[in-house]
T-cell receptor
Framework: DAKTTQPTSMDCAEGRAANLPCNHSTISGNEYVYWYRQIHSQGPQYIIHGLKNNETNEMASLIITEDRKSSTLILPHATLRDTAVYYCIVKGGRRALTFGSGTRLQVQP | GAVVSQHPSRVICKSGTSVKIECRSLDFQATTMFWYRQFPKQSLMLMATSNEGSKATYEQGVEKDKFLINHASLTLSTLTVTSAHPEDSSFYIC?????????????FGPGTRLTVL
C-alpha cells in the first residue's frame, strides 16, 4: 500500500472548518484513500473514503486532487468532540489498514 | 454503520496468567477479522489476520504461540494472550470487514485495555 504523509498536529477553532491534508504521491490506480479518526482510548472510527471523485457524507468531505497524489479531509464545522488523531490511509482491496502517525487535531473553544 | 464489540473493555491480570479477549460483529458476518495492538502514544500495529475456519496469519515479530487467535464463527474471533507479562500491557483492538464484498470499510471495536501486573 502507498505511503502517506500528514502533518503531525493541527489546531482549529470551534465552529470553523478543519482542513486536514494528506500526501500520497505513490498511490496506484486501484488504491482508495481512507480516513479514520481515533478519539483518545477508543477504537478508530471510519470517516470517509474515495477513489478519485470528491466524496461527502454526514461527517465530512473528501477532496482528492486530479492526479490523486494528495487529498484533504474537511470537517465543515468542527466541534470539541472532533478533537482526535486523524489517519489518512491508502489501500487497495480487502487487506488490513496500515496506520501511520496521523494528524492530531485539537479543536479550540 | 456496522458494529463491532469487544469484551472485556478493561482487564488487569497477574504476570504469568492468560487472558482471553472476545471480538464480535453484532450486525454483520465477517469472514476476516484483524487484531491490532497500540502502545501508549503510538499508532496501531497490526498483529494478525483472523480468517473464519482457518489458521490466523501473524505479522512479522508477533509470536503465534503467545497470541492465540481463534475465529470459530462468522461473528466471533478471540485473542488469548498466554502467560502474559508486563510488556504485553497494551490496548488491543479488533476490526472486521462485512462479508458483503461490496463494502471495503473496516469497522473497529472499542478496544480492550490490558494491564499485566
Amino acid at each position: 500500500d502507498a505511503k502517506t504523509t500528514q502533518p503531525t498536529s493541527m489546531d482549529c477553532a470551534e465552529g470553523r472548518a478543519a482542513n486536514l491534508p494528506c500526501n500520497h504521491s505513490t498511490i496506484s490506480g486501484n488504491e482508495y484513500v481512507y480516513w479514520y479518526r481515533q478519539i483518545h482510548s477508543q477504537g478508530p472510527q471510519y470517516i470517509i473514503h474515495g477513489l478519485k471523485n470528491n466524496e461527502t457524507n454526514e461527517m465530512a468531505s473528501l477532496i482528492i486532487t486530479e492526479d490523486r497524489k494528495s487529498s484533504t479531509l474537511i470537517l465543515p464545522h468542527a466541534t470539541l468532540r472532533d478533537t482526535a488523531v486523524y489517519y489518512c490511509i491508502v489501500k487497495g482491496g480487502r487487506r488490513a489498514l496500515t496506520f501511520g502517525s496521523g494528524t492530531r487535531l485539537q479543536v479550540q473553544p | 454503520g456496522a458494529v463491532v464489540s469487544q469484551h472485556p473493555s478493561r482487564v488487569i491480570c497477574k504476570s504469568g496468567t492468560s487472558v482471553k479477549i472476545e471480538c464480535r460483529s453484532l450486525d454483520f458476518q465477517a469472514t476476516t477479522m484483524f487484531w491490532y495492538r497500540q502502545f501508549p502514544k503510538q499508532s496501531l500495529m497490526l498483529m494478525a489476520t483472523s480468517n473464519e475456519g482457518s489458521k490466523a496469519t501473524y505479522e512479522q515479530g508477533v509470536e503465534k504461540d503467545k497470541f492465540l487467535i481463534n475465529h470459530a464463527s462468522l461473528t466471533l474471533s478471540t485473542l488469548t494472550v498466554t502467560s502474559a507479562h508486563p510488556e504485553d500491557s497494551s490496548f488491543y483492538i479488533c476490526s472486521a470487514f462485512p462479508r458483503d464484498r461490496g463494502k471495503d470499510e473496516q469497522f473497529f471495536g472499542p478496544g480492550t485495555r490490558l494491564t499485566v501486573l
